[in-house]
Each structure stands twice: as C-alpha cells, then as structure tokens.
C-alpha cells in the first residue's frame, strides 16, 4: 500500500468529470487501498480518485469514529430520498483549512458497484449521506466551494491563498 499525493484546488483535475469504471481489475483494488490509506493518514473522511489523480468514478469513505468501516463506490449513482435539506460545514483534503456550510439532501440513496463489479444499493442519512455527496460532487469536477454564492465562493478561495501563503512562510523560517 501507498500514501498518494493529494490533488490540490484550483488543479484542472478537480473540474474534470471522470470516466465510468469498466474493467474491475486487481489494479483497481490497490487503487483502493491506496486512497484508503491516503484518506486515513491525512486524516479525512472520505477521498475521491481525481483527488489523486486518477480521472475515474471511484470514491473511498469511512465516517465511523473507529475506523473500520471502509466503504468503496465504484460509478455511484445517487437521487434524494425526500425533500429534507440539511446544512452542514464541509471541509476537503484538496482545500485543506476550508470550512464552509453547504446545504444539500439530508437522506441520498445510492447504488454502486463494489470492487468485483456487484450492484448495491442502500439509503444513506447523517454523515454519510453529507459526505457520499460531496466524494461524488468531485467525480463531476464539483467541489464544495462551488455550491457557494459567487461571493462567498471567490472570498474563500482568496482565504486559501492566504493560508496557503502564511504556511509557506512559516516552512520558511522554520
Ligand atoms: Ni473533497
């Protein structure tokens, strides 16, 4: 197994839609295991193959507090359960020190292929649900910030700049 770089925003490859998966090989279950690990060090709660470079529709998640449940959806395709909205601050592991609230489905379904091909399909509420969409919203080149108004979104993208730019400094006089 191996810790993978993150993709970081504004790179082209968090606004690429991906490509369906295929062919369900051995490679795309070290691809797996790769981002789980990747999601687990940095530490995240879930990561989506552009994160790491790969322009396909995979996505780890884990929101147990133990970790140990590791979920893997493969061409996930998800529809509101009902009208229930939910806001809720979200972060990414490509726009880390980023919080903003995004309001979205408090209740998804899912239906997915799992690493040998298999269809599942089950209802998601609570954290899982907020996450399944946002690890999702990338595999159509969607990240948080663009569920912003055009101001709040163009104001936090410049605060990733500044952080951004505060950190090399401190790396620097370190
Ligand atoms: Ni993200």
Do not use: W
């Amino acid at each position: 197994m191996a810790i993978l770089p993150i993709v970081q925003y504004p790179d082209a490859r968090l606004s690429t839609p991906c490509k369906p998966v295929t062919e369900f090989t051995e490679e795309l279950k070290t691809l797996a295991a790769d981002m789980a690990e990747t999601m687990y060090k940095a530490p995240g709660v879930g990561l989506a193959a552009p994160q790491i470079g790969r322009l396909i529709r995979m996505v780890v998640i884990d929101v147990s507090e133990e970790k140990n449940d590791l979920r893997v959806f493969i061409n996930p395709v998800l529809s509101p359960v009902d009208e229930e909205l939910i806001e809720g601050e979200e972060g990414c592991l490509s726009l880390p020190g980023l919080y903003e609230k995004v309001k979205r489905p408090a209740h998804v379904h899912v239906k997915a292929q799992d690493l040998e091909g298999k269809v599942f399909e089950y209802d998601c509420d609570g954290l899982l649900a907020v996450c399944i969409q946002h690890e999702c919203d990338h595999l159509d080149g969607v990240v948080f910030i663009d569920h912003l108004s055009r101001l709040k979104k163009s104001r936090a993208a410049a605060r990733l700049t500044k952080m951004r730019r505060e950190k090399a400094r401190e790396a620097k006089a370190e």
